[in-house]
C-alpha cells in the first residue's frame, strides 16, 4: 500500500511540475500579447478553490495531475462571431504561434535550467561513461564474444554512426534489441568490421551485446567485522588487481565468490598511494564474500556558473536528437514499442527517483520535461504543434482555414490523441505480461 500511494505521489509532483510549467507558458505569452486567460488551473476537473483577479480565474482542481489556461475564443470555430480586441482569434498569426509554443519552451527551459543546476552542485557519476569506448570485459557466450570481439577493442562506429563514448556505445546498443548491427572496432591499429546480434532484456527489450568498458571498482561501504575491515580495506579505495592481475567491476564479485578461505592479495589506490592488502574471503554457504558494498568508479562532475550553463545546452540538444532519433526508429521498426514508455511507467519511474534523493528526482524531471516539450511541438492536431501547424499553412496561404476545416482538424487530433493515449497504456500493461504483447494472443 505504501508503495502504490508514493508511486502516485511521486507521479503527481511529477507531472503536475510538468503540465504546470507547460501551461505557464501558455499563461504569460497569452497576458503578454494581450489575450485574456478566462482560467488558470492547477489540475482538473471540478474547480475546488480559488481567486478571480481581473479577468482569470486563478483556481485549484480535484485532479491535481497538472493544470490547464483557458484563452477567451480558444477552441471557438462559429463564422463570422464578434472578436474582443482580447480575442485569440484578435492577435496575429505571430502571436498566436508564439502563445502555443511557449508552453513547450517552457519545459526545454525547464530542463537546461534543472541540469545546469546538477552541474552546478555537483553528482558523482561513473568516470568511464565519458571515456573512450575500449572493451575491458567480455560475458561468456554473449552476443559480443560470438561476434568475435575481444578484449581491447576500441569501437569506432556503431550502424554507421560514430561513437566516441561508452555513452553513445550504449544508446547505440540499447535502442537495437534482437537486431544484426555492423560495428567496426580499432585493434592492432586497424579498424575491421564485425556483425553482431544483439539480445533484448528486461521488460522494456532494450538492447545488450555482452561488453562493458574497463571499469574499476570502487568501495563504497565497509561493514563492519568484516573481512574486508580486518584487511584495511576503507570506503573510497580503487581496486586495481586481485593477484596482480587487473580487474575489473564486473569481474571482481566473481573472484571473491570462487575464492571463499583462499587469501587474496589486493592491489588498491588511497589518496594516490598504490597498497597491497591480503584479503580472505569469508565462506557463506557456498561462495565468498569480504563484506563491502561495491560501486562503478566514480567522478564528481561539477561546473563553474556559465560552464553549468553550456555543458546543460549541450546535453540537452544531445537528447532532442536523441528523441527524434528514436521517434524515427519507431516509425521505421528500428526501435520496439516496448521502450516507449506511458503514464505507468512514468509513474515507476519517478517513484524510483523519488527514493533515490532530490537530486535523482531533479534529473528525471528534467528528462521528461524535454520529452514533453519535444514531443509537444511535434505536427500532430490537438498538439501545439498541431496548431502551430495550422497557423504556418495559413501563414503560407495567407488566409485562415474555415470553421469547419478547422473543427475538421481537430476531430481527427481527438481520435489521435485517444489512440495514443489507449495504446500507451496498454503498452504499460503488457510490459508487466510475461510474452509482451503476445500474452494477448489467445491462439
Same mark, same amino acid.
Given at each position: ?133 575500449? &572493451?575491458?570485459?567480455?560475458? +561468456?557466450? %554473449? $552476443? @559480443? /564474444?560470438?561476434? *568475435? =570481439?575481444?578484449?581491447? #577493442?576500441? !569501437? ?62 570502487? &568501495?563504497?561501504?565497509?561493514? +563492519?567485522? %568484516? $573481512? @574486508? /575491515?580486518?584487511? *584495511? =580495506?576503507?570506503?573510497? #579505495?580503487? !581496486? ?69 550553463? %553550456? ?5 540537452? =540538444? ?82 485562415? =482555414? ?42
Amino acid at each position: 500500500m505504501a508503495n502504490v500511494f508514493g508511486t502516485l505521489l511521486a507521479f503527481t509532483v511529477v507531472f503536475g511540475i510538468l503540465v504546470f510549467v507547460h501551461e505557464f507558458g501558455h499563461f504569460f505569452m497569452a497576458k503578454l500579447v494581450g489575450v485574456r486567460v478566462e482560467v488558470f488551473s492547477f489540475g482538473y476537473g471540478k474547480r475546488l478553490f480559488g481567486v478571480k483577479r481581473g479577468d482569470t480565474d486563478y483556481r485549484i482542481s480535484l485532479i491535481p495531475m497538472g493544470g490547464y489556461v483557458r484563452l477567451l475564443g480558444e477552441g471557438m470555430f462559429e463564422k463570422d462571431r464578434p472578436v474582443a480586441p482580447d480575442d485569440l482569434m484578435a492577435k496575429t498569426r505571430f502571436q498566436r504561434l508564439l502563445i502555443m509554443a511557449t508552453g513547450s519552451i517552457m519545459n526545454i527551459v525547464l530542463a537546461v535550467v534543472i541540469v545546469a543546476f546538477i552541474n552546478g552542485v555537483g553528482v558523482p557519476v561513473p568516470d568511464y561513461q565519458d571515456e573512450k569506448p575500449v &572493451i575491458g570485459w567480455i560475458e +561468456s557466450g %554473449s $552476443p @559480443a /564474444e560470438r561476434a *568475435g =570481439l575481444r578484449i581491447d #577493442d576500441e !569501437i569506432v562506429l556503431i550502424a554507421g554512426r560514430e561513437v566516441g563514448t561508452w555513452n553513445d556505445v550504449h544508446m547505440a546498443i540499447g535502442s537495437k534489441p534482437d537486431r544484426h548491427v555492423r560495428l567496426e572496432v580499432r585493434r592492432d591499429g586497424q579498424v575491421i568490421p564485425i556483425d553482431l546480434r544483439t539480445e533484448s532484456v528486461t521488460r522494456y527489450q532494450m538492447g545488450y551485446a555482452g561488453f562493458q568498458a574497463k571499469i574499476l571498482t570502487q &568501495i563504497q561501504m565497509v561493514f +563492519s567485522n %568484516s $573481512p @574486508a /575491515e580486518k584487511a *584495511g =580495506l576503507k570506503p573510497g #579505495d580503487l !581496486i586495481l588487481a586481485v593477484d596482480g592481475k587487473p580487474i575489473y567491476f564486473y569481474q571482481f564479485l566473481e573472484v571473491i565468490q570462487k575464492n571463499a578461505d583462499k587469501e587474496l592479495l589486493f592491489s588498491i589506490t588511497r589518496g594516490g598511494e598504490t597498497l597491497s592488502l591480503p584479503v580472505t574471503p569469508r565462506r557463506e554457504g557456498s561462495v565468498g564474500k569480504i563484506g563491502i558494498s561495491q560501486v562503478p568508479k566514480s567522478v564528481l562532475k561539477k561546473y563553474g556558473f556559465f560552464a553549468a550553463i %553550456s555543458q546543460s545546452v549541450k546535453e540537452n =540538444l544531445r537528447n532532442v536528437f536523441l528523441v527524434i532519433r528514436f521517434i524515427r526508429d519507431l516509425f521505421t521498426g528500428e526501435a520496439p514499442t516496448s521502450q516507449l514508455g506511458g503514464p505507468l511507467a512514468i509513474a515507476n519511474i519517478s517513484y524510483v527517483a523519488f527514493r533515490m534523493g532530490w537530486l535523482t528526482l531533479l534529473g528525471w524531471i528534467a528528462v521528461i520535461s524535454l520529452q514533453l516539450g519535444v514531443l509537444n511541438l511535434f505536427p500532430i492536431p490537438v498538439f501545439d504543434g498541431g496548431q502551430i501547424f495550422v497557423l504556418i499553412v495559413e501563414s503560407i496561404v495567407r488566409r485562415d =482555414l474555415s470553421p469547419k476545416a478547422r473543427q475538421v482538424w481537430m476531430s481527427i487530433g481527438f481520435v489521435i490523441f485517444v489512440a495514443l493515449i489507449v495504446f500507451v497504456l496498454l503498452n504499460d500493461i503488457v510490459k508487466l505480461l510475461p510474452n509482451g504483447w503476445r500474452s494477448l494472443n489467445p491462439f
